[in-house]
């Protein structure tokens, strides 16, 4: 969401995480509340959180309502209702037949963007963060969730949007799928099982500059305890390029903001956060 924009479930609920990351307090709380009502008055019957009312299949925001709302008592109900929609909905699966192409696990259950298509690993990865803030690291959706990323992993590490071989060749990892899905992962595999993907994204973020890739990246090695170096100074670089190619939307410069103020991780600044009073 840009100035002057409508506006966006996905956008608002970023915000509402960046500005609770800035430990501003009370000066913040009212444009806080603000947009967590704002996304529950968008929240369809069922619990889903589509990204607008022309695409309800689109309900991908759904997760993203649940961290927005963790934590606040006055949307408890919405938390829940968008809790039980996550868990009785899935992407579509199923037993893959003769020679195919890919070499994923199709028959794993996890999240779509949208409704009657394939899991992918960024919808299942923010799903994954916001069921396990609420307690439900054990439940058995999450656990195959967990199984599906730890299957599009790449053999030489890292992550994309959710391939990993097609017809026999390895496709390339990605920064941001590969940060977000570490943030997914952290504190429920070994550390061992991710050593080649912890090594892929701290070679990027060095160099990388764009906020999507640079903010996902600082976040996902910070759940697993990597301080990959002078952040600040690489996130200051990558704003002052506003300047260049013009300003970046709501969603990249709160991304920004959490890595920023989440040196530990996203998963370790919402399970620390007190509840709202």
Known sequence: MLPGGTYSPDATAWAVL???????????????ESGRSRIAASQGGDGRVSISQSAPDSFWPTSLGILAWHGSEKHAEQRSRAIDFLLRTSGKHWVKEGRSPLAHDTSIQGWSWTQDTHSWVEPTSLSILALRIS???DHI?????????????????????????VYGKELYPQP?????????????????????SL??????VTRVRTPLSLGWGILGLGAWGQKPGPTTDWISECMSRQEKHGAYDTTLVSLLLLALNSREGLGAFLGNRERDR
């Open 18 to 32: 960046a500005l609770a990351a800035t430990g501003s307090g009370g000066r913040d709380r009212g444009v806080i």
């Open 135 to 137: 307690g439900l690291d």
């Open 176 to 196: 941001d799928c590969t940060g977000l899905a570490l943030s997914a992962l952290a504190g429920c595999i070994p550390r061992p099982e991710v050593e080649k």
């Open 199 to 204: 090594k892929y994204l701290q070679s990027q």
């Open 141 to 165: 959706r999450v656990r195959e969730g967990i199984r599906l990323l730890e299957d599009r992993q790449l053999p030489a590490g890292g992550w994309n949007y959710g391939n990993t071989l």
